[in-house]
């Protein structure tokens, strides 16, 4: 579970809400169904028509890979590729093959039985570049969807608010109902422009960052395999792959892992 889109929603709705009440407002007049029908029919009717079907109807995948899902661990990869690089020195690459059917990573295991199946490095790095390559093409098409709910949700919401106008000046015969009428009609520019900065645009940076987080674990993945088909050091690999990380992090898990290494030389 992502915490922190959770969090982030709670606090971001409940904010507007809280001060909305602090302003001597009322919950109750903030509900408007037919304005939410109108900003979310809208806004779901505009996104489906500028995005492919594929895309849209995976809009629940979507959610939950931001809400839910948590990219993996890149010090565990770093750990088991280095695992690898040292059974390949020690036994070969062959000694590999084992292993292959017990990875859960569909793109290590790939890269990994290229390797045992003796594939020209170059002709493996290519193969799986072109992986990585579909991989974002495949993130960006769930980013736009939520990009472009962001961007059609503040319209929509001006044209609810406006068809609500249309009612209420066309019916002017109790002007002190005028007032309240009004303000009823503008809830729909409230629904469509909270929408959008609450929701939809937040939701697909979570994804862009998710994304990116996964683009570059999968960049060190490769290296790693490259190397360990090349027969590197596994310290000089775990150095190499340490580099793809914050310094904040590579400092972290080093001094983890020379304490690891310790307590095994001691033993």
Known sequence: MDFAT?????VG?????????LDKGTLSAL????AALIVLGGTLGATL?????KS??????YLKIAFFTKVKDPHETIDLLVEMAVTARREGILALEEQVDHFDDVFLKNGVRQIVDGVDPELVKEMLETEIAYIERRHEAGIDLFEAAGGFAPTMGIIGTVMGLVHVLGNLQNVTSLGPEIATAFIATLYGVASANVLWLPIANKLKTKSEDEILEREMTLEGILSVQAGEN??????KLLSFLASSQRVRKSAKAGDTDAETAQA
């Open 6 to 10: 959770i969090i982030g929603l709670i």
């Open 13 to 21: 709705v409940g904010g507007l809400l809280v001060g909305f009440i």
């Open 31 to 34: 509900i408007q169904p037919s």
């Open 49 to 53: 028509i500028s995005s492919r079907m």
């Open 56 to 61: 849209f109807t995976s809009i629940g995948r």
């Open 234 to 239: 596994p310290n000089v690999l775990r150095q």
